[in-house]
């Protein structure tokens, strides 16, 4: 992170020559770290100031994360203004990525400066508190004047950092909630100098002010370092076990983990799946989409001489060859990964409810407290203007002891810590308010196939027996095709013939969606799939089989066994037990999706198969006065989950479908979508404890203020205590670990 440069932003030119931009040439999306966020109302002035620049869309800040997202029309200007704009009051921008783990040296620098004023003003008072009177010149003035110029460097030096973010909201119309505090600051030191010139030094209370002053600023220095803690915490962790890509390897094609990418290796990206680095296509005019990167579902053209960022998904139906340029330690899909809402995170029709007002939100509190702050601020001076010399700490101490910054980042902090957890347990949350949303859900909505079985179907042995009885030519093309997709039939037909298949790019084989696989070789047509698909005709006899066939002839009858997930009759218990209505909605046919409910404990009622993926769509609709999560793996059930309140998948290899979704998950059992509900629940828990216990704090504070019970000093201490206190809980609510306190 840059904190100072004879060059400012030095870094952005290139950062925004990276930036991808959408087909419309309008819109340009750059993730940034910014340091200095300390509560949401910093996120709510960069807004405000976003506002003010035509060029800029929208500017989405994550405090407890430290990281900005940033939307900007290219045809209008670049973001350099703004981010200037920004910096003047504190902040500081860097690439993404770039070490943010300590506080901005230059408040530990004005810590020091104040602290050490501070102790000179004690030594001064203290020859005051000894005795030392006018008697006593010339030394009585030289010390008092003495006192009254490290009161003004403390005042200086560490009223600045607040002075001057109100001056630079004013000038913008716009009112900082560091008002109250610049205002205690400067009544202070005024006071003091009144006194001073008007009963003498002894009556000045500089000791008391440098005091103030010095923890005004050592609280924004611990609050600033158990932000950053936090936000180290939340950083670690990059969700990428389990994922696994084709590479082909001379006349071969293998899965291997994500992580033994590198530079050079040949992919082959099948329909629906994500390109896991920075690569170049091998071959022009294939369709890709950024969606799982942008939230944008266009699609562009490849071209053999632009990369593709990491992220980015096949969208055609055929294989997509790209040869990798960088490592997987380098990929951006780690960045994807580990963020707070993970790929895409961009708001849908589903977030509006929520996401339009927080904004406002912000903007109202500012305005609401400040003038709450000043009231009561007024209020104490009048109660106590029969005494000014008590009527001036006490208006000091109204105006700084109550802050929101406990509020405004705990609330944050909560909301990334929750995802934070659900990380940990391989639950990735793509839509920001999904965790608000999911308090509504009423149903719960399973596709068989993939969700509430593994997914990972097996050939009973009969089919096995007659697969390796094939042709070999005939054999070789099914594992080709095979390799090519990732249906659960063909990831079956790979695990059993990934040996034999030949990595020969020109077989251009075609998903289609809901139906099978065809590919056109040597002038015969070969199709897997379904009866209808495969053979050209309904065969009676051939149920839920699924069928290889050559120019309409079936070749291979293949039978599939599932395994239906080991925790799955254990989760729908708890989720009944929960309060939630659960209903399998499935393409298979009726026997096989009863075996599965039965087995699981799901009511035959509850059960509707045989649908297609309009059927599934539709019965979601109709199903809409009941809010619901639909949980689903294959692209035949993107319909139903655009349809549903919330919707989930443990398809993290198939971005065409997790796009789609508010989250999705790894592990071999359906428990994540129990711990997402939950969590959620959790989260609404604590954010009503974190409002109750800032709302006792502060009628406690301001009472105790009102009656003359807290001066200055008290109350610059426990506005920071307040905020760590609440941070601290916060942090131990959803990790069982007290980590604010370890500064």
């Known amino acids: 992170m840059r904190t100072g440069s004879s060059s400012p932003l030095a870094w952005l030119a290139a950062a925004v020559e990276e930036s991808p931009v959408d087909e419309t040439g309008t819109s340009c999306r750059l993730e940034l770290d910014v340091q200095g966020v300390h509560c949401a109302a910093c996120v709510w002035l960069m807004q405000e100031l976003g506002k003010r620049h035509d060029e800029i869309d929208a500017v989405r800040v994550n405090p407890a994360r430290g990281e900005l997202v940033l939307s900007w029309n290219p045809r209008i200007g670049t973001p350099r203004a703004f981010l200037r704009d920004v910096e003047r009051f504190g902040y500081r921008f860097g690439p993404a990525g770039a070490d943010n783990s300590r506080p901005d040296r230059g408040l530990l620098t004005r810590l020091g400066i104040c602290a050490s004023a501070a102790m000179n003003v004690m030594i001064v008072s203290a020859c005051f508190y000894f005795g030392l009177s006018p008697v006593d010149e010339p030394l009585y003035t030289i010390l008092g004047y003495l006192g009254l110029v490290f009161a003004g460097i403390t005042t200086i030096v560490g009223g600045d950092l607040f002075f001057r973010s109100v001056l630079r909201g004013a000038r913008r119309g716009l009112v900082h909630l560091d008002l109250p505090i610049a205002l205690g600051i400067a009544l202070a030191f005024a006071s003091s100098v009144a006194m001073h010139l008007t009963r003498g030094p002894e009556f000045a209370y500089y000791d008391t002010t440098s005091a103030f002053v010095t923890f005004m600023v050592a609280g924004r220095w611990l609050q600033q370092r158990a932000v950053e803690r936090n936000r180290r915490a939340l950083l670690r962790g990059a969700g990428v076990d389990h994922l696994y890509a084709r590479r082909r390897t001379g006349d071969r094609v293998a899965s291997v983990p994500v992580r033994d990418i590198h530079a050079g290796d040949e992919l082959w990206i099948v329909p629906g ?338 649908l297609d993926p309009e059927e599934k769509a539709r019965t979601v609709r109709q199903w809409a006065g009941e809010p619901s999560l639909m949980v689903g793996d294959g692209l035949n059930d993107g319909p139903a989950l655009s349809e549903a309140s919330c919707a989930a998948t443990p398809a993290i290899d198939h971005p065409a479908v997790s796009s789609r979704t508010d989250f999705y998950y790894l592990g071999d059992g359906i428990a994540a979508v129990r711990m997402a509900l939950s969590q959620a629940r959790r989260l609404r828990l604590v954010t009503r404890n974190i409002l109750i216990l800032a709302a006792l704090y502060n009628i406690a504070a301001i009472s105790v203020a009102l009656a003359g019970g807290v001066s200055p000093l008290v109350a610059a201490l426990a506005m920071p205590a307040s905020s760590i206190l609440i941070l601290t809980y916060t942090v131990h609510s959803f990790t069982g670990v007290r980590t604010a306190w370890k500064l």
């Open 273 to 610: 799946e994500f390109v896991p680095v920075r690569a170049l296509p091998l071959q022009e005019r294939a369709a890709y989409k950024l969606d799982w990167i942008t939230g944008e579902p266009r699609v562009f053209t490849t071209r053999t001489d632009v990369a593709l960022p990491a992220g980015a998904t096949n969208a055609g139906e055929e294989m997509l060859r790209v040869r990798a340029i960088e490592d997987f330690a380098q990929s951006k899909l780690v960045a994807l990964l580990g963020g707070s809402g993970a790929p895409g995170g961009a708001p849908d029709d589903r977030d509006t409810d929520t996401a339009g007002g927080e904004d406002r939100w912000w903007r109202n509190v500012s305005l609401i407290y400040v003038a709450f702050v000043l009231l009561t601020a007024c209020a104490g001076l009048f109660v106590w203007r029969h005494d000014w010399e008590r009527a001036i700490p006490i208006t000091i101490s109204l105006l700084v002891i109550t802050c929101p910054c406990a509020i405004g980042f705990a609330l944050p902090l909560a909301r990334e810590l929750a995802h934070n957890g659900l990380r940990r347990a391989g639950i990735f949350v793509r839509k920001p308010h999904f965790l608000d949303r999911a308090l509504r859900i009423r149903r719960i909505l399973f596709d068989k196939t993939g969700t509430l079985t593994n997914g990972r179907l097996r050939l009973d042995p009969a089919s096995r027996q007659a697969l390796f009885a094939l042709q070999a030519e005939d054999r070789q093309v099914l594992a080709g095709m095979a390799a090519r997709s990732n249906h659960p039939v063909s990831r079956a037909l790979w695990n059993e013939l990934n040996q034999q298949a030949t990595a020969d790019p020109d077989r251009a084989v075609r998903e289609v969606a809901g139906r099978g696989l065809e590919l056109v070789m040597n002038r015969a047509l070969y199709r897997l799939g379904s009866a209808p698909f495969a053979t050209l005709a309904a065969l009676p006899d051939a149920g839920e089989e699924t069928f290889f066939s050559r120019d309409g002839v079936p070749l291979l009858r293949i039978r599939l066994e599932e395994q239906i997930r080991e925790d799955a009759r254990d989760e729908v218990t708890r989720l009944h037990q929960m309060g939630f209505d659960i209903a399998i909605l499935t393409g298979d046919g009726p026997l096989a999706a009863g075996r599965v409910a039965h087995a699981i404990g799901i009511p035959e009622n509850r059960v509707l198969a045989g």
